[in-house]
């Protein structure tokens, strides 16, 4: 369990933070990019609300000794505080759910209608946890999805990640009948659950034990590359374990205070403090980080069409 359980999360950090410098391109223009490692800041990684939200689900599975009551109302304040300490990466959907949270709203009301990936995200380790109890399996991806999205398709593509990470595929079929077999075609994948979930359920039958070549094929896919490679990342950690991630993956992540001391920790059944100021400040660092990869290639693209109208400028 403790090995599995490391692998999901390791597996969701590392395919989160190879992924996330390229979130939103599309495939087209990924075509010819060749992954040599993390680049999202001086050849380190981060983590996004993808490996944010596995880690909040992990901590309110170990406080909830098996009681799906309890595990929402705890995954509920977790989101709370998360929401409270200005999360720089978030789907909108989730974010009005997190608010009505802190408006008051019970978990039982607080989702909104949405087909989102988010909840897909953080299902994998629930597969991990009760893989033998297919009954309590559903309840605790219901609770988890429900909390924030109450489309139904949320809840089926959230169910069949945690099959997936349970090593129960062969019971998605029945279980999510609604699920596409295969993603759809297009420039990159979508936010959109029925287009996320099945891109990661290819890739991993595609490549059931080569991890590095599974998230690179999630990545050079295009569009919501980091949400993809994470839940790619996460079914086949839990398969493989961390043996069967590339370790420079793993060692090239540069995270404060969910730092990958700490994640082994969550792993071992321990419940790792994170201060609030220390989220906050993490978030801001985050965010200026985000926002340079953004003004930079802008910067980039005027100077070339400053370069290019000066060539056309006839000569005096």
Request: charged share 20%.
């Amino acid at each position: 369990m403790t090995d599995s359980a490391l692998g999901c999360l390791l597996g969701t950090a590392a395919g989160d933070a190879m992924g996330l410098p390229y979130e939103g391109a599309s495939r087209s223009s990924l075509a010819r990019l060749r992954l040599n490692g993390h680049r999202w800041i001086f050849g380190r990684g981060m983590l996004s609300d993808d490996t944010e939200h596995a880690w909040m689900v992990t901590e309110c599975l170990h406080g909830a000794n098996g009681d799906v009551d309890v595990f929402q109302r705890q995954l509920a304040r977790r989101f709370r505080t998360w929401f409270l300490t200005f999360p720089p990466a978030a789907g909108f959907a989730t974010l009005r759910a997190c608010l009505k949270l802190c408006l008051g709203f019970p978990p039982s009301r607080s989702g909104v209608f949405s087909a989102g990936n988010a909840p897909a995200m953080r299902s994998a380790i629930i597969g991990v946890y009760y893989r033998h109890d297919l009954p309590r399996l559903q309840a605790f991806v219901r609770a988890s999805t429900r909390i924030t999205h109450t489309d139904p398709k949320a809840e089926c593509g959230a169910l069949a990640v945690a099959l997936a990470a349970a090593g129960r595929t062969e019971l998605i079929p029945g279980l999510c009948p609604t699920l596409p077999a295969r993603p759809r075609a297009g420039d990159g994948v979508t936010g959109y659950i029925f287009d996320t979930v099945p891109a990661a359920l290819a890739i991993v039958a595609q490549y059931p034990n080569d991890f590095r070549a599974a998230i690179e094929t999630a990545i050079l896919g295009g569009g919501d590359t980091d949400t993809v490679a994470a839940i790619t990342g996460a079914i086949l950690g839990a398969r493989l374990g961390e043996k069967g991630i590339p370790a420079e993956w793993i060692n090239g992540i540069c995270e404060w205070p969910r730092s990958i001391k700490s994640m082994r920790r969550l792993a071992a059944g321990e419940s790792p403090g994170l201060l609030y100021p220390a989220l906050v400040i993490r978030n801001m660092i985050f965010f200026l980080i985000a926002l340079g990869h953004v003004l930079l290639p802008l910067r980039l693209l005027q100077s070339k069409g400053d370069d290019a109208r000066s060539a056309r400028r006839p000569l005096r």
